[in-house]
C-alpha cells in the first residue's frame, strides 16, 4: 500500500507529487494518457512565472514531469474508473477501467478539465474532419483556408490568434456582444485584420458532405439565419470536470470536487486540486498553488495518523 496515490499528471499531479516526496511521503501518479495534462495542447503559455518569453506547453510540461520523475515519483499509465474509502482499513482503494485496484492511505484528486461540446449537429460527425478542440494540434492543416472559431474566453482569443498563423480568415463567433477574455487578448484580436469577431450569433449547425463546409450561423437579436463558409470549426466554449469517477457526495450540481481551503473533500484522507474543482480559476500557476497546498494537508494528515 502506498502512503499517497496522486490521480492525474497535470500540473496538479505533478506540483502534489513534487511537494510529496520531497516531504518523504512514497507516492506515485496514475494517469490515463501521458503527463502534462491540457497545457501540452498549449502553444505557448505566457502568464506562468519564472520566464521571460512565452514557454511552449508541452516544454513546460516536460520539465515539470523531469522534475518530478529525478525526485522519484513513478507515474503509471492507468485510468481511473472509481474510488471508496475502505473504512475498516482506514484506507482507500482506487479502481481502473482495465479492472486493476490500487490501495493508498490517502489520495489527491488532480483529473483536471476537458473541454464542453457546444452540441449542434455536425459536431460529432465531423469530429476529426474538420472540428478540433486544439488549435495546436490541427491549426496547421489550415494553411490558407477558412476557419470558424466559437467561444469569446481566454481559450477561444488565444487559439483564434494562434489560428492566424495559418488560416487567411477566423471568424470569431461568439454569442454575446463583447468577448469575455482578457483585455490585452481583446485588443491583440480586434487589432488582428485576420480575424473578424461575430457577436451575438451561436451556431445552429455544422455543414458538410464528407468534412466540414459551412456553418450555420443564428443571430440571436434578429433571428436571422446565414450561412458561412469555412474549412474548420474550433470550439472553446469551456470545460468540463474529468468526475465522472468520484463518488457523488464529493461533487456540486455542476460535478466539481467541493473543497475547503485546505484542499480537503468531505472525506477525510481524500484532498482534490486544481481544475476539477469547484471555485478554481483554471490556470496552471493556481493548479500548483492547489496542489501545494493539498499535498502539505496530506502530509499532515499521514502524520497524524502515525503517531497516533
Ligand atoms: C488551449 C488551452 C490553453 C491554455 N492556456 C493557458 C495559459 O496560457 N496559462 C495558464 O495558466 N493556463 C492555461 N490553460 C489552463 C491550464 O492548462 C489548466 O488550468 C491546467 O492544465 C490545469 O491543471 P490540472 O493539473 O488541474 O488539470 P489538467 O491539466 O487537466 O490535467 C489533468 C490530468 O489528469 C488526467 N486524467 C483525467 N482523468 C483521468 C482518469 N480518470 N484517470 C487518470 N488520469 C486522468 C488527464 O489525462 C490529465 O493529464 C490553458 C488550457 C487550454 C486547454
Redesign the pocket.
Known amino acids: 500500500m502506498k502512503d499517497l496515490l496522486i490521480?492525474?499528471?497535470?500540473?496538479?499531479?505533478l506540483t502534489a507529487a513534487i511537494y510529496a516526496v520531497r516531504a518523504g511521503i512514497e507516492c506515485a501518479i496514475?494517469?490515463?494518457?501521458s503527463?502534462?495534462?491540457?497545457?501540452v495542447?498549449?502553444y505557448e503559455?505566457?502568464?506562468?512565472p519564472g520566464f521571460e518569453n512565452p514557454i511552449p506547453g508541452w516544454e513546460l510540461m516536460s520539465a515539470m514531469e523531469a522534475q518530478a520523475r529525478r525526485l522519484g515519483v513513478p507515474i503509471e499509465s492507468?485510468?481511473?474508473a472509481g474510488i471508496r474509502k475502505d473504512d475498516a482499513a482506514d484506507s482507500f482503494i482506487v479502481t481502473t477501467a482495465d479492472g486493476g485496484e490500487h490501495a493508498a492511505r490517502a489520495v489527491i484528486l488532480?483529473?483536471?478539465?476537458s473541454f464542453k461540446k457546444v452540441g449542434v449537429p455536425g459536431e460529432v460527425e465531423f469530429t476529426g474532419r474538420g472540428v478540433s478542440y486544439c488549435a495546436t494540434c490541427d491549426g496547421a492543416f489550415y494553411k490558407g483556408r477558412t476557419v470558424a472559431v466559437i467561444g469569446g474566453g481566454n481559450?477561444a482569443l488565444?487559439?483564434a490568434l494562434f489560428l492566424t498563423r495559418f488560416a487567411t480568415r477566423v471568424y470569431l463567433i461568439h454569442r454575446r456582444d463583447e468577448f469575455r477574455g482578457a483585455k490585452i487578448l481583446q485588443d491583440r484580436v480586434l487589432s488582428n485584420d485576420r480575424i473578424t469577431p461575430v457577436y451575438d450569433t451561436v451556431v445552429g449547425s455544422i455543414n458538410g458532405a464528407t468534412s466540414v463546409e459551412s456553418v450555420t450561423l443564428i443571430n440571436k437579436k434578429t433571428n436571422v439565419q446565414s450561412e458561412q463558409h469555412v474549412d474548420g470549426v474550433f470550439v472553446f466554449v469551456g470545460y468540463e470536470p474529468?468526475t465522472a469517477?468520484c463518488p457523488a457526495e464529493l461533487l456540486n450540481p455542476a460535478g466539481e470536487v467541493i473543497v475547503n481551503r485546505d484542499m480537503k473533500t468531505r472525506i477525510d484522507g481524500l484532498f482534490a486540486a486544481?481544475?476539477?474543482r469547484e471555485g478554481s480559476i483554471?490556470?496552471?500557476?493556481a493548479?500548483c498553488g492547489d496542489a501545494a497546498v493539498a499535498a502539505v494537508h496530506a502530509y499532515a494528515y499521514l502524520a497524524e495518523r502515525e503517531h497516533r
Request: aromatic share 8%; glycine share 16%; net charge negative.
Open positions: 490521480i492525474g499528471a497535470g500540473p496538479a499531479g496514475l494517469e490515463k494518457f503527463p502534462g495534462g491540457q497545457v495542447n498549449t503559455v505566457e502568464n506562468y492507468v485510468d481511473v488532480a483529473t483536471g478539465a481559450t488565444e487559439e474529468n469517477y486544481g481544475d476539477l483554471r490556470q496552471i500557476v493548479a
